[in-house]
């Protein structure tokens, strides 16, 4: 007689790379960029949206960004009503992303200061031997405009992937694709010693895709969607109910951990490498 059984095999190592976001995770406090460009692309077609509709898609492809925005019934019936009954098509898709490109290149330039813990989170986890990588939502042109910046404030990934990086037929979040590019990239094997930092649903999804441990920044991103001034200008009670709101928003999308900032990661990895060595998996 044959034993049937089902074989598990568990990491009990060290963490070996983190994969971090850009906008909202690492530069750009309040993921601030994308969200104006999308506002003024959607008015330049003469179709206001909402600060919430330019958000809601975040972390996104930008191309899909603009379908799924496209796509609200609110803003679909605003895009009929502005063109003569005519439905959002994928022709007008390609023609406002088209138009939003150059001004996230603009933008994205404009707001290029790293989030407070960025550089000194990153210099610590490579102390540790930690390799240190990046995807993100935003064409190599955008990116273009932003590590040089981010580069002489002392953060500069082994590797970043954008959304233009992929291969034909490669997808960008919440599916994977992205992410294996740059464990590839990083020789960063297996999943449960990689950790994926973001700060959106589509952030969390991808890390949880790959079969990586997530971890959700909520203050610095765009479910808090505020810059470091307005931030520190909220009276503290609002400031926890609005973190609160953002942790219950990414742990309901699956977040495995979620913490203020990058300033307040060491300790996740702390925890997350005690979590491997007793045997337990993302």
């Given at each position: 007689m044959t034993a049937s059984f089902v074989y598990r095999r568990s990491y009990r190592g060290p963490v070996v790379a983190c994969v971090f976001d850009w906008a909202g995770t690492m530069v750009d406090h309040g993921s601030l960029a994308p969200m104006g460009a999308f506002q003024d692309a959607f008015a330049a077609f003469g179709v206001p949206i909402s600060e919430a509709e330019a958000r809601a898609p975040m972390g996104r492809g930008k191309l899909d960004h603009v379908r799924d925005i496209g796509a609200m019934p609110a803003v679909a019936e605003r895009w009929r009503a502005a063109h003569d009954g005519a439905a959002f098509?994928?022709?007008?898709?390609?023609?406002?992303?088209?138009?939003?490109?150059?001004?996230?290149?603009v933008s994205a330039g404009r707001h290029a200061y790293l989030v407070p813990g960025a550089a000194t989170t990153t210099d610590a986890l490579r102390a540790?031997?930690?390799?240190?990588?990046?995807?993100?939502?935003?064409?190599?042109a955008i990116m273009e405009a932003v590590t040089p910046a981010t580069t002489a404030q002392g953060y500069a990934p082994d590797i970043t992937v954008c959304i233009d990086d992929l291969p034909p037929g490669g997808r960008?979040?919440?599916?994977?694709h992205q992410l294996f590019q740059a464990m590839i990239a990083l020789d960063a094997w297996p999943p449960a010693a990689v950790v994926k930092v973001g700060d959106t649903v589509a952030d969390i999804e991808e890390g949880l895709n790959a079969g990586v441990w997530t971890v959700a920044v909520t203050e610095t991103g765009s479910e808090m969607g505020l810059s470091r001034a307005d931030l520190d200008a909220l009276p503290e009670a609002e400031r926890a109910a609005r973190r609160l709101a953002a942790a219950d928003t990414l742990t309901r999308a699956g977040a495995h951990f979620t913490i203020?900032?990058?300033?307040?990661?060491?300790?996740v990895?702390?925890?997350?490498?005690?979590?491997?060595?007793?045997?337990?998996?993302?």
């Open positions: 098509t994928e022709a007008d898709a390609q023609a406002v992303y088209a138009d939003v490109t150059p001004r996230q290149i540790r031997g930690v390799r240190v990588g990046a995807t993100t939502g935003y064409t190599r960008g979040r919440p599916a994977p203020p900032g990058v300033a307040d990661l060491l300790d990895i702390d925890a997350i490498e005690a979590h491997l060595a007793r045997g337990e998996m993302p």
